[in-house]
């Protein structure tokens, strides 16, 4: 006798039913992130094939673990987001014709205008998420390829991710099937609606910038949960929002970034 075999990644149908104030400003370097224009610039200056040390191909654990100790070089000290990314193989989420650039420090294009962010910054979000907490429930907004959607799910227990560009919905669909992963659920829809049906989160992470943090996510925050997100148009940097109450969220203004644009509605 045979049963249904769950197919991965889990969609969001597979699950049963069921005022602000400003904190402390801190400044720190300048980071240059996500945008498709300077993916395309990422891809024309590394266009050879770019080798790991001692030869290892692109593909390889040890590549892998390169970056990984180049994420610590670069100041992210969480061990846990560290492990995480040394587990989810970041070169079956870019493009064929990328592989050979899958581990290097720079953004790459996905397609329809969008891109992988560099590994530093999807680290240094992550920690500052995760906040040496436990996580139980994650909200993405903004699946793209799948890759961060898949890191988290290697340090939460329930990953919700949601992308409004249905292309790159099946794309992530594509790129995590192999993986398996049984806490991780995609959703095609509106990220700025978040999911209600399924809140509170206690992170909520958005690969993609806004002029402000929409309402309905704030209000999806648990008590005592961390939402990080890049703000702003022309001048973005990181916003890490913490509900501290019912009606009370502490914001605090991190470093100047540049993402692709938090846009309404589903294409």
Not at 25 to 51: F, G
Not at 203 to 225: E, F, N, V
Request: contains cysteine; glycine residues 8%.
């Amino acid at each position: 006798m045979t049963g249904n075999r769950p197919r991965f990644p889990l969609p969001l149908s597979s699950l049963a039913s069921k005022s602000h104030r400003s904190g402390d400003i801190s400044r720190t370097p300048l980071v240059s992130v996500a945008t498709p224009q300077t993916a395309t610039q990422n891809v024309v200056q590394h266009r050879h094939p770019v080798q790991s040390h001692a030869g290892m191909p692109m593909v390889s654990d040890a590549v892998r673990r390169a970056m990984v100790a180049r994420l610590a070089r670069q100041g992210v000290n969480d061990t846990v987001v560290l492990s995480a990314m040394g587990i989810v193989p970041r070169h079956q989420f870019v493009e064929p014709g990328l592989i050979n650039q899958a581990y290097i420090d720079a953004s790459l294009p996905i397609g329809y205008q969008q891109t992988i962010s560099q590994p530093f910054i999807v680290a240094r979000m992550i920690e500052l998420m995760r906040g040496a907490r436990t996580l139980n429930n994650v909200l993405e907004i903004g699946t793209g390829c799948g890759y961060q959607a898949a890191v988290l799910a290697n340090l939460c227990q329930h990953v919700y991710s949601i992308e409004r560009i249905k292309p790159l919905h099946e794309l992530a669909k594509n790129n995590l099937r192999a993986l398996r992963i049984a806490n991780l659920r995609l959703h095609y829809g509106d990220g700025m609606l978040g999911l209600p049906q399924v809140a509170p989160f206690d992170g909520i992470i958005l690969a993609a910038a806004g002029k402000q943090i929409p309402t309905a996510l704030l209000q999806q925050m648990a008590i005592g949960g961390r939402l990080i997100a890049p703000v702003g148009d022309q001048q973005q940097a990181l916003q890490l929002i913490e509900r501290t109450g019912t009606t009370e969220w502490v914001k605090s203004v991190l470093e100047e970034c540049h993402f692709v644009p938090l846009c309404s509605g589903i294409i």
